[in-house]
């Protein structure tokens, strides 16, 4: 199958690497969280960088496949994504408690756990030792449902899964990602629901709190955009580039919380 973004990205240049795509999803995070943390929730400040903020999810979940597909080693993968969703575990909530420690609910676990569930359920579809496709339909649905409480929970896994459904197809796997992000992230809904009210109940109205909260959402279309650069290669190979964003992650969460106690 040929491989579409690398005709793309011959037609703009040299395109985007996977660490390029890694350290832009990283910026957006750490974007995102100031607002989560600092930003009063439904000010026109806070949408716009929650906003960015959506293109962090996505990016790391296609660059997760693409780690799947790229790894020499699964097993060592799906150790390291292991140690660092535990590692990445309180950070997380501290940062999302605010340094709180009374309102702390337990389970909460990080993106990094969510990118581990993911990757395994590719592994289990992939598994050519697991024939029977019930089983592996169960085994998965069983992943997306420990996900369920996780950062970008459910949606996450299914995002991973679709990516890697349509590997080597960017067109496929861009139609698949806009479709969940209609229907799953109450996009769909924003655009439909007054049409709706107009319609059983005779009046044309607006949520406001509702449409402010599903404006953010709609920044996650950002990534795909960015992902059509994608040019196929991983980028420059060094130990920072491989650990970097594993460390960094837990580590900006504890500063970002720290400072909330302040």
């Given amino acids: 199958m040929v491989n579409e973004r690398s005709t793309l990205s011959q037609n703009i240049g040299r395109g985007l690497t996977v660490n ?11 974007i995102d969280h100031i607002a989560y943390a600092f930003v009063s929730s439904g000010t026109a400040l806070s949408i716009v960088l929650h906003f960015i903020g959506r293109t962090t999810g996505p990016i790391m979940f296609f660059s997760a496949v693409e780690g799947y597909h790229h790894t020499r080693n699964i097993r060592k993968y ?85 990516f890697d459904y349509f590997y080597g197809n960017f067109k496929q796997q861009a139609f698949a990602y806009c479709l969940i992000v209609l229907l799953n992230m ?13 319609c059983y109940d005779h009046v044309f109205y607006i949520d406001t709190e509702f449409y402010l909260y599903s404006i953010e959402q ?12 994608y040019n196929g290669k991983h980028g420059t190979k060094t130990k920072f ?22």
């Fill in 78 to 162: 799906i150790l390291r994504l292991t140690i660092f969703a535990i590692v990445s575990w309180f950070p997380f909530l501290y940062f999302r408690y605010g340094g709180n420690f009374s309102n702390m609910e337990f389970m909460r676990p990080n993106v990094i756990y969510t990118i581990l569930l993911g990757v395994l359920s590719i592994h289990i579809r992939r598994n050519t030792h697991i024939k029977n496709p019930i089983i592996k339909t169960f085994l998965i649905l069983m992943l997306i449902i420990f996900c369920r409480p996780a950062d970008w929970g459910c949606t996450g896994v299914i995002i991973i899964i679709v």
């Fill in 241 to 262: 580039s491989k650990w970097f964003f594993y460390v960094f992650y837990p580590f900006h969460l504890l500063v970002l919380g720290f400072l909330q106690t302040l």
């Fill in 20 to 30: 390029t795509l890694k350290y832009i999803a990283i910026l957006a995070m750490v």
């Fill in 218 to 229: 709609v920044g996650a279309f950002i990534p795909i955009i960015l992902l059509s650069f």
């Fill in 186 to 198: 109450q996009v769909l809904t924003m655009l439909t629901q007054p049409f709706f009210d107009l």
